[in-house]
Structures are given as structure tokens and as C-alpha cells.
């Protein structure tokens, strides 16, 4: 007769080994299940913060914020791979940890000591705790029906070049009250663009602060090294000015400034801004720095930093005012820029530029020259072929 039973040893031997078998943490489906759940309790919890802080934040900030980020996706791949360099320089953690541990004024102190480079992630973060963000409140403009608040460089940028381009990016230096001549204004408010105004004068910065611009703000000047300085400003309205040496002593005095009262204001490299808010492309860049436009330009790597078009002020009406603007154009016409011509009468509200506007060369025809005097009146067909209006 088979006997199919196991016996009492063979029983025993198998309950032995049973026992003998580890019982990993997974073992058990129930223990599993629990495990999971709490894993996605977790998460949930961390996408429920995440949720909240993010809409904490207005949505214009995160909507400049999304689309700088992903421009500047292909900059970084561009720089990185065909430049083979870094974005930042490398920072020893002993110099790091003495940065953390210093406050805001200590922190500048201490990059204008060591004259920081450019790409000094140090000065990146500095310059990017310093930066308000755009307003998401409406316009407080005192003038909201107007388009064009310039003297005639938006009109001209908008039309030569631009082709009434949407979200582009701007860089207005010398941002004064915001709103009056501003030639960042149009473009922003007329077509959607992203950008940054970069005033040195706190009482300017002020006013400026209270449109409620769609824009990055920067209370700062920007540097005419490739380091950090902390200059003496004369506050003079429109025609603030840093003071670095004694001819900028002497164009203070005599322009009768020299009674205004003086500020400390930090100036920044305007590749290290860009990097703080990582955008590397700039559609327009508008430089009124009354006089130091060209140690601004010298400053500028244009091989990593890419700008369409510019304006940068030309006060040609003495001996010293032709001679800058006669190193400004040689300089950028040698970066490979075209000096398009010259804004130089009074715009529709009344007030009065003297600016040259240049392009990349390539872009329009080259048909004027730097010596034209363009009348903003004058409407150009918004094509990338300039119509001979002179």
C-alpha cells in the first residue's frame, strides 16, 4: 500500500527549513501595500507645498521665469558644447562658506574687494537677491493710451528689425522714471515683451518701481569693468552719472550738477545681470549712461551674449561728446554691428534724443548711413527691407 503521507521526520525537516527560509521586509503583500501607500502619501504632501508656494507666486513672474527658462535651455547648450566653457567660475568652498556667513552689504563689500569675475556664481547670486521681480499689479502710468513713450528709437527698432516681434527681450540701461522716453515701454506694454530696467538713482528707482512695470528691476549702474565697483553717483534726474575719475568730476561740475546730492551705488557687469536671470539672448539693448557707453561696451563678451540691436546716446554737441561717439561706433562696428543712424529731433510728447541705432549687420539694408538723421514721424513698412524715406 503507497503511503502518500510524508512522515513525522520528513514533516519536521520541512518545518525546519520553513523557518529557516529569511523573511525579507517585502515579503508580505500586505506589508508591501503599506509601504506604497505611505511613499505616495509623501509625495502627495510634497506636490500639495510645491503647489502652494508656486501659485503663492504672481503669474507674471512665473511666466517670465518659464519662458527664460527654457530660452535659456539652447544658450546653455550652445556655450556649453561649442564654447567648451562654464557658465560660472569655479568657487572653492572655503570662499563659499565665508560668503554664506556674511550679510547683504558684507557679501558686495567682499566681490568688490576680490574684484570678482563675471561669471562668479558669488556675484550671481548677489545681483540675483537684488532684482525685483515684475509687477503683477496693473499699470499705474500717468499716460496709458500712449504707444510709443520714446523719442523715436522704438518706432525705428520695432519696424527696422523687429518686424513688431512678439515676446522678445529688452535691456534698458538708465531706466530714469520708467515711463517718459522710455524706449523699452512700447515693447513691452504694446508687445508682450520680457525685460529688465537697470537704474542707478534710488530716487528714480523709486518712481520707476511704482509703475508697475511688466519688467525685472535693478537698482544698480552697470559696471564699466569686468568686476563689481561700488561709485559715487551724482543724482542729477535724467542725467545721473557715476564717478569714477576726475573727468567725470569735471563733466559734473560743468554741467552745474555738482549741488546734487551723491549716493553709493553698486555697478554690476551687464553679463553677470544677464546671468542672474539667465537669459543670454537680448532682442533690444538700450544704453544711456550720459557718457560712459563705450567702457560699458568693452565690458560685453558679444561672442556668448547675443544683441540684435542697440541705442546708446551720442552727445556729439561739443569736441569730447564727437570723440565718444566716434570710439562707440569704430567699436561696434568692429563686433560686427551697423550703425544704422541717428535719432535726433523731438518725438510726438516733446522730448529729445540724440542716439545711434545700430543693428547686426546682415539684418536690413545698409542703405544709411550712420550720419542720417532719422525723423521719428516717418512711418516704415514693417518688413525687413528699410524704405529710402530721405
Given at each position: 500500500?503507497?503511503?502518500?503521507?510524508?512522515?513525522?521526520d520528513?514533516?519536521?525537516?520541512?518545518?525546519s527549513?520553513?523557518n529557516?527560509?529569511?523573511?525579507?521586509?517585502?515579503w508580505?503583500?500586505?506589508?508591501?501595500?503599506?509601504?506604497?501607500?505611505?511613499?505616495?502619501?509623501?509625495?502627495?504632501c510634497i506636490l500639495?507645498?510645491?503647489?502652494y508656494?508656486f501659485?503663492r507666486?504672481?503669474?507674471?513672474?512665473?511666466?517670465?521665469?518659464?519662458?527664460?527658462f527654457?530660452?535659456?535651455?539652447?544658450?546653455?547648450?550652445r556655450?556649453?558644447?561649442?564654447?567648451?566653457?562654464?557658465?560660472?567660475?569655479?568657487?572653492p568652498?572655503?570662499?563659499?562658506?565665508?560668503?554664506?556667513?556674511?550679510?547683504?552689504?558684507?557679501?558686495l563689500n567682499?566681490?568688490?574687494?576680490?574684484?570678482?569675475?563675471?561669471k562668479?556664481?558669488?556675484?550671481?547670486?548677489?545681483?540675483?537677491?537684488h532684482?525685483?521681480?515684475?509687477?503683477d499689479?496693473?499699470y499705474?502710468?500717468?499716460?496709458?493710451?500712449?504707444?510709443d513713450?520714446?523719442?523715436?528709437q522704438?518706432?525705428?527698432?520695432?519696424?527696422?528689425?523687429?518686424?513688431?516681434?512678439e515676446?522678445?527681450?529688452?535691456?534698458?540701461?538708465?531706466a530714469?522714471?520708467?515711463?517718459?522716453?522710455s524706449?523699452?515701454?512700447?515693447f513691452?506694454?504694446?508687445r508682450?515683451?520680457?525685460g529688465?530696467?537697470?537704474?542707478?538713482?534710488?530716487?528714480n528707482?523709486e518712481?520707476?518701481?511704482k509703475?508697475?512695470?511688466?519688467?525685472?528691476?535693478?537698482?544698480?549702474?552697470?559696471?564699466?569693468?569686468?568686476?563689481?565697483?561700488?561709485l559715487?553717483?551724482?543724482s542729477?534726474?535724467?542725467m545721473?552719472?557715476t564717478?569714477?575719475?576726475?573727468?567725470?568730476?569735471?563733466w559734473?561740475i560743468?554741467?552745474?550738477f555738482?549741488?546734487?546730492?551723491y549716493?553709493e551705488?553698486?555697478?554690476?557687469?551687464?553679463?553677470?545681470i544677464m546671468l542672474?536671470?539667465?537669459?543670454t539672448?537680448?532682442?533690444?539693448?538700450?544704453?544711456?549712461?550720459?557718457?560712459?557707453?563705450?567702457?560699458?561696451?568693452?565690458?560685453?563678451?558679444?561672442?556668448?551674449?547675443d544683441?540684435?540691436?542697440?541705442?546708446?546716446?551720442?552727445?556729439?554737441?561739443?569736441?569730447?561728446?564727437?570723440?565718444?561717439?566716434?570710439?562707440?561706433?569704430?567699436?561696434?562696428?568692429?563686433?560686427?554691428?551697423m550703425?544704422?543712424?541717428?535719432?535726433?529731433?523731438n518725438?510726438?510728447?516733446?522730448c529729445?534724443a540724440?542716439?545711434?541705432?545700430?543693428?547686426k549687420?546682415?539684418?536690413?539694408?545698409?542703405?544709411?548711413?550712420?550720419?542720417?538723421?532719422?525723423?521719428?514721424?516717418?512711418?516704415f513698412i514693417?518688413?525687413?527691407?528699410?524704405?529710402?524715406?530721405?
Amino acid at each position: 500500500m503507497r503511503n502518500d503521507q510524508p512522515t513525522r521526520d520528513s514533516a519536521t525537516s520541512m518545518t525546519s527549513n520553513n523557518n529557516d527560509t529569511p523573511r525579507w521586509f517585502f515579503w508580505r503583500p500586505s506589508r508591501t501595500f503599506n509601504v506604497l501607500q505611505g511613499v505616495l502619501i509623501f509625495l502627495l504632501c510634497i506636490l500639495l507645498i510645491y503647489a502652494y508656494a508656486f501659485y503663492r507666486i504672481p503669474y507674471s513672474v512665473r511666466n517670465v521665469g518659464r519662458e527664460i527658462f527654457v530660452s535659456h535651455i539652447p544658450n546653455f547648450a550652445r556655450e556649453f558644447w561649442v564654447h567648451q566653457e562654464p557658465l560660472l567660475d569655479y568657487i572653492p568652498d572655503s570662499k563659499w562658506t565665508e560668503y554664506k556667513r556674511l550679510n547683504m552689504t558684507e557679501k558686495l563689500n567682499l566681490l568688490v574687494r576680490e574684484k570678482a569675475s563675471m561669471k562668479d556664481p558669488r556675484l550671481i547670486d548677489l545681483i540675483r537677491k537684488h532684482i525685483l521681480p515684475p509687477s503683477d499689479k496693473p499699470y499705474a502710468l500717468k499716460d496709458p493710451d500712449a504707444t510709443d513713450y520714446s523719442c523715436g528709437q522704438s518706432s525705428y527698432i520695432n519696424s527696422l528689425i523687429m518686424n513688431s516681434k512678439e515676446k522678445g527681450f529688452f535691456v534698458e540701461a538708465g531706466a530714469w522714471l520708467g515711463e517718459y522716453a522710455s524706449t523699452s515701454l512700447f515693447f513691452e506694454k504694446s508687445r508682450g515683451w520680457n525685460g529688465i530696467l537697470i537704474e542707478p538713482d534710488p530716487t528714480n528707482f523709486e518712481t520707476l518701481r511704482k509703475l508697475n512695470r511688466k519688467a525685472f528691476h535693478l537698482n544698480a549702474c552697470l559696471s564699466t569693468h569686468s568686476f563689481p565697483v561700488l561709485l559715487k553717483l551724482n543724482s542729477a534726474s535724467d542725467m545721473s552719472r557715476t564717478i569714477e575719475n576726475k573727468e567725470d568730476e569735471k563733466w559734473v561740475i560743468d554741467h552745474h550738477f555738482d549741488i546734487r546730492p551723491y549716493y553709493e551705488v553698486p555697478c554690476f557687469p551687464l553679463y553677470s545681470i544677464m546671468l542672474a536671470i539667465n537669459q543670454t539672448s537680448i532682442d533690444y539693448f538700450g544704453l544711456d549712461v550720459e557718457g560712459n557707453e563705450l567702457p560699458i561696451l568693452q565690458t560685453i563678451p558679444f561672442d556668448v551674449l547675443d544683441i540684435t540691436s542697440m541705442t546708446t546716446e551720442c552727445l556729439e554737441m561739443n569736441t569730447q561728446g564727437r570723440t565718444n561717439a566716434a570710439a562707440v561706433r569704430t567699436f561696434l562696428e568692429n563686433k560686427g554691428y551697423m550703425c544704422h543712424g541717428t535719432i535726433g529731433a523731438n518725438s510726438g510728447h516733446g522730448c529729445f534724443a540724440e542716439d545711434f541705432i545700430f543693428l547686426k549687420k546682415g539684418l536690413v539694408s545698409e542703405q544709411y548711413k550712420c550720419t542720417h538723421v532719422l525723423d521719428p514721424f516717418i512711418s516704415f513698412i514693417a518688413n525687413r527691407t528699410v524704405q529710402n524715406h530721405l
